[in-house]
């Protein structure tokens, strides 16, 4: 499971995806001239007892895709609606651009958010959903707001980005899930904030839709330019959309880096069992096998085992990796791949096969797993070593 290759993302059958413009968009550049980062500083949140954040230092850069990914209850819509201000932290201060805006209300924190219900009013035509708030803003500030002719430029420039041209005069019932998605995306952005926050927007569509609507979320970034903050439960999601990605855990900071960084080297045993489907295999290390006093737990990904003989020996090699063995427990064909479950004296763990391999439960399986696919972590702590 790796991020997404953004400059050749393909498109699904019988699906158009956002189409590169083919010359610079006034909707996109102006809001990456004003593209700003995120720093939060001993931020902490409750409600009553119930610890929702408590983060000494988070930084989300400038352009990046951001991506807050975490259990439920972990703590990551709290603290986007913190970024937001529709929640003042207890404690903490929080800067975007540069600018201290803990106490600053939601309208002056140039940022703009789309809710995972997208919100569109029934009654109005798709023009008029994404012009809504520029409209808003020039009747309360007729000397400085936008002139109906600028509203309706920005509004067709959007549409035009996010494939809504010709949707204009539809409104949300005549819409599918995706559309009125981008409908909500295109509201967002025609207001050309440096900051995009984005509370599970995909989570409302079948996962038909979802693989090219993240594909649309990617080419939506690299075209404004700006900075993206999305909230997810699933891992998936995280791992494709994000440059960066924050993994949370009962309100606190697991672990902060690249997909590639955080899948590759779990910085503990949350983030490893979490990131993954199957989970990351943990197995405990034996005394034996164990140097010195410290208790280690020994993981290893599913799909980085190599099958070996069972029956017969094990072959001569020069890598220093580790073989398991067990009985295969429970079989699932998934379609791309197989996925044998197998339990032995140690515990239970997972295996990802080809499709064509043919796996029967009952069968005995040896597997090869190389040292640089082995994950060591303390038995007490959690932590990796």
């Known amino acids: 499971m790796t991020n997404a290759v953004r400059p050749s993302e393909p498109a699904a ?10 010359r610079a968009n006034p909707a996109t550049t102006a809001v990456a001239a004003v593209s700003g980062g995120i720093k939060l500083r001993s931020v902490r949140k409750s409600y009553g007892s119930t610890l929702a954040a408590d983060l ?10 951001t991506v807050l990914v975490g259990p439920s209850g972990c703590g990551k819509s709290t603290l986007l609606r913190m970024i937001a201000g529709l929640e003042t932290p207890e404690a903490g201060q929080i800067h975007i651009d540069g600018r201290d805006v803990t106490t600053a209300g939601p309208g002056e924190r140039g940022v703009a958010i789309v809710f995972q219900d997208f919100a569109l009013y029934p009654h109005m035509t798709v023009a008029r959903n994404v012009g809504f708030g520029l409209t808003l803003e020039a009747k309360h500030d007729r000397r400085n707001g936008l002139s109906r002719a600028e509203i309706q430029r920005r509004v067709g420039d959007m549409c035009d980005l996010l ?3 010709d949707k204009l005069a539809r409104k949300p019932r005549e819409l599918s899930g995706g559309e009125r998605q981008r409908v909500a995306l295109a509201r967002a952005l025609v207001r050309r904030k440096p900051v995009l926050l984005l509370d599970e927007p995909l989570s409302n569509l079948d996962a038909g839709r979802r693989a090219p609507a993240r594909a649309e979320l990617i080419r939506l970034h690299r075209e404004v330019a700006g900075t993206f903050v999305l909230v997810t439960h699933d891992q998936a999601e995280a ?3 994000g440059t960066r990605v924050v993994v949370l855990n009962a309100g606190r900071l697991e672990q902060v880096g690249t997909p590639e960084e955080i899948w590759r ?3 503990n045993l949350f983030v490893a069992r979490f990131l993954g489907s199957p989970a990351m295999n943990i197995l405990p290390v034996s005394r034996e096998a164990d140097s010195g006093d410290q208790r280690r737990l020994q993981g290893w990904r599913p799909a980085d085992a190599v099958a070996v003989d069972a029956a017969g020996p094990l072959p001569a090699r020069d890598d220093p990796g580790q073989v398991f063995e067990g009985v295969v427990d429970v079989a699932e064909f998934v379609g791309d791949r197989r996925v044998a479950h197998c339990v032995n004296d140690h515990g239970t763990w997972s295996v990802e096969f080809p499709a064509a391999t043919p796996v029967t439960v009952g069968q005995r399986l040896r597997v090869l797993v190389p040292a640089e696919s082995l994950h060591q972590f303390d038995a007490q702590t959690g932590v990796r070593l």
């Open 13 to 22: 059958p019988g699906r158009t995806l956002i189409p590169a413009p083919a």
């Open 56 to 65: 000494p230092a988070l930084d989300i850069p400038a352009g990046s895709f």
């Open 163 to 165: 494939g809504l041209g």
């Open 239 to 241: 791992l494709s959309l």
């Open 265 to 267: 080297r779990p910085a």
